[in-house]
Antibody, heavy 118, light 108 residues
Framework: EVQLEESGGGLVQPGGSLRLSCAVS????????MTWVRQAPGKGLEWVAN????????YYVDSVRGRFTMSRDNAKNSLYLQMNSLRAEDTALYYC???????????WGQGTTVTVSS | DIQMTQSPSSVSASVGDRVTITCRAS??????LAWYQQKPGKAPKLLIY???SLQSGVPSRFSGSGSGTDFTLTISSLQPEDFATYYC??????????FGPGTKVDIK
């Protein structure tokens, strides 16, 4: 079964760090771009970051560039999102998704919640 | 960056109704537009990609059309399980992969 499973969310103080993980199963992750998307409470979807198949190209939304780093370990079929200097506005449910680039994001995890609060 | 808008922001409809949602891009994106459905507490689900291609397993009552800057998602006969929020997303130019603000379809 094609599946993505996020983990690593939690409560963190402003300025703190968290590392999210996304475990991939049921497909060859090296065939796909992968994406993190977040959703603040009661709000819409926001694309956060993208990584290409071998991890050599990464893209970020302006609001997280320089603070977040996306990476992948294809040997472990895993994605990561290292989040530093967290702010209250980073509070959201974070999803990882398989990105077929021009053909949409067709597989999503159930998300992991990040809360930034003192 | 390309901005995406959707209209209406919400729509109240009855089972069996035809529902149309519009998405507009701030600049041309060819046909590289996707539509997603999200139910409360659930992850988004891809419905349509490349503006008009139906994702595998999605009922045929969903259809998409458009190119350039103007796109529509149509639900031909609304079913109880279709009450949800719908998002468009452009895939032509990135970063960012911009999502629209969403359209909530609820029960009349």
């Amino acid at each position: 079964e094609v599946q993505l499973e996020e983990s690593g969310g939690g409560l963190v103080q402003p300025g703190g760090s968290l590392r999210l993980s996304c475990a991939v199963s049921g497909f060859i992750s090296t065939d796909y771009w992968m994406t993190w998307v977040r959703q603040a409470p009661g709000k819409g979807l926001e694309w956060v970051a993208n990584i290409n198949q071998d991890g050599s190209d990464k893209y970020y939304v302006d609001s997280v560039r320089g603070r977040f780093t996306m990476s992948r370990d294809n040997a472990k079929n895993s994605l990561y999102l290292q989040m530093n200097s967290l702010r209250a506005e980073d509070t959201a449910l974070y999803y990882c998704a398989r990105n077929r680039r021009l053909s949409g994001m067709d597989v999503w995890g159930q998300g992991t919640t990040v809360t930034v609060s003192s | 960056d390309i901005q995406m808008t959707q209209s209406p922001s919400s729509v109240s409809a009855s089972v069996g109704d035809r529902v149309t949602i519009t998405c507009r891009a701030s600049q041309g994106i060819s046909s590289w537009l996707a539509w997603y459905q999200q139910k409360p507490g659930k992850a988004p689900k891809l419905l349509i990609y490349a503006a008009s291609s139906l994702q595998s397993g999605v009922p045929s009552r969903f259809s998409g059309s458009g190119s350039g800057t103007d796109f529509t998602l149509t639900i031909s006969s609304l079913q109880p399980e279709d009450f949800a929020t719908y998002y468009c997303q452009q895939a032509n130019t990135f970063p960012p992969f911009t999502f629209g603000p969403g359209t909530k379809v609820d029960i009349k």
